[in-house]
């Protein structure tokens, strides 16, 4: 099934883990800790080599939606679209990887920090992105700043966000959903602590 980016943006609580996942095994056991806490849509980032085969991995879990975060470039978005790949989200945005972006067959958020980067996506046909890095580009307050001159534009930030400030962000009308690495500690997947990670996925859901 293929999704729009609205839809991937409210398929599920808002809060989508953002994930560095070193090993393809502990691709499906964390996919299900998440899932059995709440959270059912997935970014998992291409920092590490495993990268593409957790994203497959986990698509075999059903009713999750699985995409990638920290895709800078068109090969990427060429690889993602081969292996089924719900989504992508960028750090930021080039007009070759905006480009880019509307010809694969799956949605792609890229990200923007001002309004300048903002109104070069809206130029692409752009109206949902991320907002990065959230916290330390003005948070809560630019958001709503950006609310004024762009009523229409929707936002994903991430960035600094944490259990201490996510609902802040949701709390605002231009934010439809909020990642983040909180979710998933590197020491807790390092350990496969699945019950650790589902109960703070529960914690983000409360
Ligand atoms: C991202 O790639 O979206 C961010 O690195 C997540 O930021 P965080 O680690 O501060 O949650």
Redesign the pocket.
């Known amino acids: 099934m293929k999704y729009s980016v609205e839809q991937i943006m409210t398929a599920a609580y808002p809060v989508m883990p953002?994930l560095a996942v070193n090993r393809v095994e502990d691709a499906v056991p964390l996919a299900e800790a998440l899932k059995a806490g709440g959270l059912t849509v997935l970014?998992v980032?291409l920092r590490t080599e495993a990268a593409m085969a957790v994203i497959e991995a986990m698509k075999t879990v059903e009713g999750v939606i699985v995409g990638a975060?920290?895709v800078t470039n068109e090969t990427q978005l060429i690889e993602l679209q081969r292996i089924g790949a719900d989504f992508a989200?960028s750090?930021g945005a080039t007009p070759r990887l905006l480009e880019a972006g509307k010809a694969v067959d799956f949605p792609f958020l890229p990200a923007i920090a001002s309004v300048s980067e903002m109104m070069q996506g809206l130029e692409m046909g752009y109206s949902s992105f991320?907002f990065?890095?959230a916290?330390a580009s003005g948070g809560v307050a630019a958001l709503k700043s950006f609310a004024g001159p762009f009523p229409n534009v929707s936002f994903c930030p991430?960035?600094?966000?944490?259990i201490a400030n996510f609902k802040d962000y949701l709390a605002l009308d231009n934010v439809k959903c909020v990642?983040?690495?909180?979710v998933v500690p590197a020491d807790a997947l390092n350990q496969q602590d699945w019950s650790r990670i589902e109960q703070l996925a529960r914690e983000a859901c409360l």
Do not use: A, D, R, Y
Not at 158 to 162: A, F, K, L, P, V
């Open positions: 953002v970014e980032t975060g920290t989200i750090p991320k990065f890095p916290e991430t960035g600094g966000i944490s990642g983040g690495s909180w």
